[in-house]
């Protein structure tokens, strides 16, 4: 949860590692879409302050993939956890298409300023600026029913066990993926050299085509990914992903386990799918939620790095108590704000998961970004 100005309005968003800018619905939407949600109402916050073009609001679209938004971009105080920014850029959505019709209403970019749409200054780099954190760092850490949020740099954080890798252009937070490792009989090893998007915001994996469609018939599903036994969650073989960083150094291998890749509700007979999905061509990835999963992923903003750590059966143990718990945030007064959220990947109907297709929607833009991004660079 987070709180848009004087007196605050609350609004559930979707932190988003993937795109850089913060919006919430406005009253200013009347479409059935924006009404289902909270919706930001400007007139009744003293604080609130339009940006303009000229002597007009400054409107601006936002493509997602077929689905968009038209938002207001304007300032006001933004409270997150027990982090107040003043005068915080943020848009007002006056148009959404039925692809955001999903449980969050806004999104909550985390990714660099470069990324953000003309006029938003992201609010995790303005926390930065003011030099409210103990570190200009946050992190994940998601286990299967529970999942926390960390500024800055926790008091139980163990930066020993950590392993950490340079982001490949400061915009995406994107690493190398050079490989993954098949569990076949004859150990079967992909090799490739491709750009890897840690995506918050996208709650499947997206891989070239060849690689979806191989890894989906070893676990039987069919090449889209549907039609996947539920019981593979606990039978199935664990996938190896080989990254590295912007230098070459520090080659990782980040284990996926069957838990991790298979997307469901928990009753077999609404059908499973698999988490791979075919996401573009073959040198682009796109690691969304299931990647993240039973870790934490650090993202270090003044070193432009991301650093995995495992967690452990304790670590796993106290997630899935908070999953339990309503969203709330503490501060020890030390830069150090913690949300906790509940389940992350759930599913609604037989095969997909909840918010699965703004997600997917988000990520075709994201893709089409990332692939520009490395043809520029």
Same mark, same amino acid.
């Given at each position: 949860m987070i709180s848009i100005g004087s007196p605050p309005q609350q609004f559930r968003v979707n932190f988003d590692t993937g795109s850089a800018d913060l919006w919430v619905p406005s009253t200013r939407c009347a479409n059935p879409v924006c009404t289902r949600h909270n919706q930001f109402n400007p007139n009744a916050s003293s604080t609130y302050a339009p940006l303009l073009c000229g002597r007009l609001p400054n409107q601006i679209g936002i493509e997602y993939g077929t689905g968009m938004v038209t938002i207001q971009a304007a300032h006001d105080t933004l409270q997150w956890g027990s982090m107040s920014i003043r005068n915080a850029s943020f848009g007002?959505?006056?148009?959404?298409?039925?692809?955001?019709? =999903?449980?969050? %209403? &806004?999104?909550?970019?985390?990714?660099? +300023?470069?990324?953000?749409? /003309?006029?938003?200054?992201?609010?995790?780099?303005?926390?930065?600026?003011?030099?409210?954190?103990?570190?200009?760092?946050?992190?994940?850490t998601l286990g299967d029913t529970g999942g926390r949020l960390d500024?800055?740099?926790?008091?139980?954080?163990?930066?020993?066990?950590?392993?950490?890798?340079?982001?490949?252009?400061?915009?995406?937070?994107?690493?190398?993926?050079?490989?993954?490792d098949l569990p076949t009989r004859k150990r079967l090893k992909i090799k490739t050299r491709g750009v890897g998007l840690l995506d918050s915001g996208t709650t499947?994996?997206?891989?070239?085509?060849?690689?979806?469609?191989?890894?989906?018939?070893?676990?039987?599903?069919?090449?889209?990914?549907?039609?996947?036994?539920?019981?593979v969650s606990t039978t199935g073989p664990t996938?190896?992903?080989?990254? =590295?960083?912007? %230098? &070459?150094?520090?080659?990782?291998?980040? +284990?996926?386990?069957?838990? /991790?890749?298979?997307?469901?509700?928990?009753?077999?007979?609404?059908?499973?799918?698999?988490?791979?999905?075919?996401?573009?061509?073959k040198d682009k990835w796109i690691l969304g939620l299931p990647f993240f999963m039973n870790r934490t992923i650090s993202f270090d903003v003044d070193n432009t790095r991301v650093g995995f750590t495992t967690l452990d059966r304790d670590a796993l143990a106290r997630l899935r108590t908070a999953g339990d718990s309503q969203d709330y945030a503490t501060d020890d007064n030390d830069g150090y704000n913690v949300v906790v959220t509940g389940p992350r990947i759930e599913s609604t109907n037989q095969v997909m998961p909840r918010s699965a297709t703004a997600s997917q929607q988000a990520a075709s833009a994201k893709m089409l970004a990332l692939a520009l991004l490395v043809c520029l660079v």
């Open positions: 007002e959505a006056v148009e959404m298409t039925p692809d955001f019709d =999903a449980q969050f %209403d &806004g999104l909550f970019g985390l990714a660099f +300023p470069t990324l953000a749409t /003309q006029g938003l200054d992201p609010p995790l780099f303005a926390l930065a600026d003011q030099q409210k954190l103990n570190a200009n760092r946050f992190s994940f500024l800055g740099i926790p008091p139980d954080s163990n930066e020993t066990t950590t392993t950490w890798i340079k982001v490949t252009q400061p915009a995406f937070w994107a690493v190398n993926v050079y490989g993954i499947t994996i997206l891989c070239p085509s060849p690689v979806a469609k191989l890894i989906n018939r070893i676990i039987g599903a069919s090449d889209n990914g549907l039609g996947v036994d539920c019981g996938f190896r992903f080989r990254l =590295a960083g912007r %230098d &070459g150094q520090n080659n990782i291998t980040i +284990p996926i386990s069957p838990s /991790q890749y298979i997307l469901g509700d928990g009753v077999p007979e609404h059908g499973c799918m698999s988490a791979f999905q075919v996401g573009g061509p």
